[in-house]
């Protein structure tokens, strides 16, 4: 009997333990509740959308209804109504649209996991952006660029005949939270995806994901029409480069009706492009957009461009694109990064957001954390984007901001779009961290809504992935991004990471013969007078792409906001800053607080440890120490680095060094193929 006990005690205990790998994602449904539920149609979408329920709503009975009144109408196929009926027996949820429908049943789960008063509901929902994508960097031999958990999820050669489970939960886990796009493969993208045989594999994951209402987007190289059709050329004002693409598109369409369109990287970072043959973005954009317009498709077209020779990297996109306003066709859109740079831990917003007056723009944030301690660091990146999205830039005056240019409610440009840089991988937990699936679910709650707050994302996710609310754990989330800017770039301080990889810390970096603006000094220009790179009128000039009052405020070294002060200034290490500590001083001071907090993540989890299962506890655990590792590393490159020009003391009464310069300077992190170091610099 005892052994039978004892049996039975390990088999609860490992499936505890196998239950809670992360895999569940923020979906940790019952799946017994056996609720009424009730629908008007039947379709694929809808029926996913009554089982969801079904297995796993524990209230009152809920009729899915499909009507297309006025008001309905107003809400988009993609919004929504829910209701309790007076006697508070019944709810409905109403849509216009099969989507709609979906997303509210998922609004509803969603509602009981965080543990919501559900007794009286009158809510109405629709989107801020029509396209909510992500854009997956994984190449066809599925490696992920930039990726750090594991492989790509898509098999290719298995596919189209073997479908993995992962795939629909994958749909799942996105319409969720409303996520309804995405591009399979990476911007730097092969010519191979649009051969026959793997758009076949792409149609197989398209049938799949339908039903969750995920539409698939594909990258395209440039020069494919020579690559693959075998043309002389790919110059985008060729007839017969003309037609190789009409077909192409008429022959995707065919197998996949609902296409979305195509993403494109060109002329940048050595990808083919238009500028190739003499052309502009605008003439190779609109080539595409005129063969996906019959079909409904839209091309979007990326911003990421810069040279070697020009003077700052930062203007470069601008000077590109700005000249091009109105040239673009209407069913393209601007991809730009959320700053003027590449992704890094903090950047004023791009100035092309308040420039392009007569195209439509969309902002590209990266979930995947590529400048951000990859997946060992706990880094919650709704305040990140948040900062972007409401950034002011004075295009019509106050209130212009980022979320309503890019949203269509200054200009009521269509249609609108936002675009995450994918951190999914075959990884059991999908994303690496188990807290980076929260970035996942950041962004789609604010591809959804960018009016959530942080915190309430926070709230949410904490409380339906680890089944708790938790104050310091939302508190430490919310703390996380800015603790490492405060240990890896502080105060505007930008690309001062290791050559390649962008893991750890290499202010020193100077390869031979590399792209200058690839080094770490392009950006820091540290010397015996100051630190930080002048882009105000003295320099690059880079502050007069904003508009008044943001353009004057950046310019003068006593009005810029000091989280961008190096950004935008050459400034003396003895400079007095708003509490009155020397720049030096205060350098210092920020690199130790930010290295502090990392170590009381630790704490606040550590605490946690009787409310959280034991896998995941521990996995998370391991993390946070790396990390907090990692932020003595950052903290001592950059002061001992940096002390060399500045010829100052760390101030007494900061922790000292405990790390020797030499040794880190000689210290090469042994990464390829972009996985997740296990460890940073161990001396
Ligand atoms: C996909 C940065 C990254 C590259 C990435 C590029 C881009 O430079 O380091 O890996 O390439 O941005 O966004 O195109």
Redesign the pocket.
Known sequence: MKQLLLLLYCLFFFHAVVAEDGSKLWLRLPTEAQATVKCNKQSPTLDVAVKELRQSWQGVSVTLSLQQTKSLRALGSEGYTIHTSPDGQQLTIASSGESGLLYGAFHLLRLQATGENLTALHLSERPSFDIRILNH?DNLDRTI??GYAGRSLWLWDELPATLSPRYAAYARANASVGINATVLN???ASPQILSLDYLEKVKALADTFRPYCLKVYLAINFSSPSILGGLPTSDPLDPLVRKWWNQKVNEIYKLIPDFGGFLV?AN??GLPGPQDFGRTHADGANMLADALKPHKGVVLW?A?VYNPDDEDRAKQAYQEFVPLDGQFRDNVIIQV?NGPV??QPREPFSPLFGAMKQTPVMAEVQITQ?YLGFSNHLCFLAPMWKECLDSDTYQQGEGSTVARITDGSLYGRRPTAIAG?ANTGDDVNWCGHDFAQSNWYAFGRLAWSHQLSSEQIADEWVAQTWGMKNKALTEMMLASREAIVSYMMPLGLHHLFAWGH?YGPEPWCDVPGARPDWMPSYYHKADALGIGFNRSSTGSNATAQYHTPLCEAFDNVQTCPENLLLWFHHVPWDHRMKNNRTLWDELCYTYNKGTQQARNFQKVWDNLEKFVDSQRFREVQHRLKIQARDAVWWRDACLLYFQQFSKRMIPAELERPVHELNDMMNYKLPITNYECPPYGFTP
């Open positions: 960097w660029e930039r990476n911007v730097n990287k940048s970072e990326r990421f990064k590449d992704f590529e840089v962008h």
